[in-house]
């Protein structure tokens, strides 16, 4: 069965269709079952949008899905929505992946190195008490409290795992559009 995803990227990767290329290849397939998804992405919307409200947009948009792909393009690390994406992702419970896109030619026929990935620049640990998720933003090679998304509260984890920041590119798969084949391995990728 087709699951629902939710594509998160940086805006400039939809003008140079390297995000379309992902977001649109089952069109070329012979059905959404096939291709495996349903795309859920909001960014038509985005743009008209103030904060508070691109928040609900975002809340609601994970909501319906199961998994968050994040399309990696050259500056989508550096992206602020991209990152609440996650994390809200995160918190919904979806599975998370990653896809490397500058493999893909661009509208000017050329591809580019691939981007820093952003589920690196992000993290988690659990409070000393361990029964609360609290987020991290990695600037400036310093871990940061994430500013956009309070953490929440789990079921008490043990002691060893207390104090400590772990980044979501330990946690979460990233591949690459080009070298792992992403049209026809992307439905595996989606849980």
Not at 5 to 10: A, D, I, K, L, Y
Not at 83 to 107: C, L, P, R, T
């Amino acid at each position: 069965m087709a699951k629902r995803v939710f594509f998160s990227f940086h805006y400039q990767d939809i003008i140079d269709f390297r995000a379309n290329v992902v977001r649109n290849h089952w069109r070329l397939k012979p059905n959404r079952e096939s291709a495996g998804y349903f795309d859920a992405s909001i960014w038509e919307k985005a743009k008209k949008e103030g904060n508070i409200a691109l928040k609900r947009l975002i809340n609601g948009a994970i909501k319906n899905t199961s998994n968050t792909c994040v399309l990696v393009g050259s500056d989508t690390f550096n992206r602020k929505w991209v990152s609440y994406e996650i994390m809200q992702s995160m918190k919904s419970g979806n599975h998370i992946f990653a896809v490397h896109i500058n493999g893909i030619k661009g509208k000017d026929g050329k591809t580019k190195s691939k981007g820093s990935n952003p589920l690196y620049y992000l993290g988690y640990s659990f409070s000393e008490n361990g029964k609360k998720i609290n987020l991290h933003d990695y600037i400036n090679k310093n871990w940061i409290k994430y500013p956009d998304l309070e953490g929440w509260t789990v079921i008490e984890v043990d002691e060893k795992y207390r104090n400590k920041i772990y980044r979501l590119s330990t946690d979460y798969k990233i591949y690459d559009w080009i070298e792992d084949d992403g049209y026809n391995k992307f439905s595996e990728w989606v849980e």
